[in-house]
């Protein structure tokens, strides 16, 4: 007996009877749920924008070292909070005292040390791309930028004096994806909500565990991750359209504007 048409677990389309893998997303119809979880093809072509974050992160860590060992402050590989006030930390003393709102953006490029960069880089790398298969490029990026802003502000208002990491950012698109597994359901959504929820459980464990992390800011990313995965929606529900795409365009001006002016207070003229 052939086999029988199956729904695809991951985009929802028809497997036929004599196909081994869905024509749609090209999911294997023999997938484990935890294969599922993997970027598939479509997405490798259209995934710019992990990479290109990963690597602004990278060049601002750099920056931060540079200035470290002009300055002979910090260590090695760990800069010091005086690198990374002018770089563009956030918190109630960059804010407060000097009036740099634009640090809830800055913050989420700036890194404390080599392994809060790498744990947080190896993070983007694996969410990144999910993001994008599910929601698409333009609306990932305003995730991880609306995300880590809200997250920040919040890290803000609750007291927090000196900030940096793109956790906020990264809470944000894990958000974003609770969301979206939650509220698709099915075998691939269940599944999607069940990992993402193992997330959270680590990240809160680690927060009270850990001394100095900054759960405000975990927590603000958070919340703004979902708010913003249901107000844009994602592609089985609407494909991106032109607003989606003028908001990222919004976000990455913005994102470039305040990265510059970041440098140039260090590098004036």
Same mark, same amino acid.
């Given at each position: 007996?052939?086999?029988?048409?199956?729904?695809?677990?991951?985009?929802?389309?028809?497997?036929?009877?004599?196909?081994?893998?869905?024509?749609?997303?090209?999911?294997?119809?023999?997938?484990?749920?935890?294969?599922?979880?993997?970027?598939?093809?479509?997405?490798?072509?259209?995934?710019?924008?992990?990479?290109?974050?990963?690597?602004?992160?990278?060049?601002?860590?750099?920056?931060?070292?540079?200035?470290?060992?002009?300055?002979?402050?910090?260590?090695?590989?760990?800069?010091?909070?005086?690198?990374?006030?002018?770089?563009?930390?956030?918190?109630?003393?960059? +804010?407060?005292?000097? @009036?740099? #709102?634009?640090?809830? !953006?800055?913050?989420?490029?700036?890194? %404390? $040390?080599?392994?809060?960069?790498?744990?947080?880089?190896?993070?983007?790398?694996?969410?990144?791309?999910?993001?994008?298969?599910?929601?698409?490029?333009?609306?990932?990026?305003?995730?991880?930028?609306?995300?880590?802003?809200?997250?920040?502000?919040?890290?803000?208002?609750?007291?927090?004096?000196?900030?940096?990491?793109?956790?906020?950012?990264?809470?944000?698109?894990?958000?974003?994806?609770?969301?979206?597994?939650?509220?698709?359901?099915?075998?691939?959504?269940?599944?999607?909500?069940?990992?993402?929820?193992?997330?959270?459980?680590? +990240?809160?464990?680690? @927060?009270? #565990?850990?001394?100095? !992390?900054?759960?405000?800011?975990?927590? %603000? $990313?958070?919340?703004?991750?979902?708010?913003?995965?249901?107000?844009?929606?994602?592609?089985?529900?609407?494909?991106?359209?032109?607003?989606?795409?003028?908001?990222?365009?919004?976000?990455?001006?913005?994102?470039?504007?305040?990265?510059?002016?970041?440098?140039?207070?260090?590098?004036?003229?």
């Amino acid at each position: 007996m052939p086999p029988r048409a199956i729904i695809c677990p991951h985009c929802g389309k028809i497997i036929a009877g004599d196909e081994s893998a869905c024509s749609w997303c090209g999911t294997a119809r023999s997938h484990p749920w935890w294969r599922l979880l993997k970027p598939t093809r479509d997405t490798a072509r259209t995934d710019w924008v992990a990479p290109a974050l990963l690597a602004a992160n990278v060049v601002f860590f750099a920056v931060s070292l540079i200035l470290n060992f002009v300055s002979h402050s910090g260590s090695i590989l760990t800069p010091g909070n005086n690198v990374l006030l002018l770089l563009g930390a956030s918190g109630t003393i960059p +804010i407060d005292r000097y @009036g740099r #709102i634009w640090s809830l !953006v800055s913050a989420n490029y700036l890194h %404390g $040390g080599v392994l809060h960069l790498l744990f947080n880089m190896l993070a983007l790398r694996q969410i990144g791309p999910w993001v994008v298969r599910e929601f698409g490029a333009s609306r990932m990026f305003v995730i991880y930028t609306v995300g880590g802003v809200f997250g920040y502000w919040v890290s803000y208002v609750a007291g927090v004096p000196l900030t940096v990491g793109a956790s906020a950012s990264l809470c944000g698109l894990i958000g974003a994806l609770l969301y979206f597994g939650k509220n698709r359901g099915g075998n691939y959504g269940n599944a999607v909500y069940r990992e993402v929820s193992g997330w959270v459980m680590s +990240i809160f464990i680690f @927060g009270i #565990i850990v001394p100095g !992390v900054n759960n405000w800011g975990h927590g %603000g $990313g958070l919340v703004g991750g979902i708010a913003m995965g249901m107000l844009l929606g994602y592609n089985e529900k609407r494909k991106e359209t032109p607003v989606h795409r003028a908001l990222a365009l919004a976000c990455g001006v913005i994102t470039v504007a305040v990265l510059l002016r970041a440098l140039y207070g260090v590098f004036p003229g």
